[in-house]
């Protein structure tokens, strides 16, 4: 399997206070999510997976310095890998450090008919704030939108719209962008405007809650690509309904 065939999975949440027990929630959320799964091995440094007889332990071992180590399926043909770290303060929105949790996946049937329980396992053992599940290819598509004058000057691909720096951003809250599978906490939904029955029928059709009362919302209905116009097009409306996504709106 290339990256070009992935999932991606990314997660911000509140920086880590020592073991909270995220750690092992958000892998256990991941093999919950998809039958068979176990991530119990690590990687050497030649890249090899050396199995993990006591994975928990080990990993609450690990778990420092505001992150915590990769574990892997062991399957070097159908790689599936997580890890987390710490984004500090000075680079996050609204001065806040935080946990940013990435997971990588074949981008098949079985992970794409798991994709939103998997994205609210690791979302929720996480306690994110946001976060999304996106095929690589659109993936690095999307985040070409985020841009700066001095730092990252350019022209966001197919039309959409720039997206400021996480730093810019105001609060933690406010989601840095789009994917094709959205996790809003309770939050981050209420400081974005998400649901307005009246406006967002289309959404909440293809939406779920959560036991936290976040939500899961999937912009298509299979996995975005923006060679797709029906998909670009939902991409692009998407963020027209959502202005506050990217740090778009200036507080008046």
Known sequence: MTE???????????????????????VHGMERALPGLRLEWKVSPEGKPIALPQRDAWLVEGTQSGGFPLVCNGDEGYPV??????????????GQSLLEVHASLPLDGAVIAASAELLEGVAEGARALWGHATPFRAGVEIARQTT????????????LPALKFPEKIRSPEIPHRLGWLNYWSAAAAQTIGFPEPSRDADLLSRARRTATGGWVVRLTETPLDLDTPAHLEAL????????EIGGRVTPG
């Open 4 to 26: 070009q065939n992935s999932l991606l999975l990314i997660v911000y949440a509140p920086a880590l206070v020592g073991n909270d027990g995220r750690t092992l929630a958000v």
């Open 81 to 94: 890998t997580v890890t987390g770290w710490g984004k500090p303060a000075r680079l996050s929105p609204g």
């Open 148 to 159: 700066d004058p001095v730092h990252k000057p350019g022209v966001p691909p197919r039309g």
């Open 236 to 243: 692009l409306r998407a963020y027209e309904r959502f202005p």
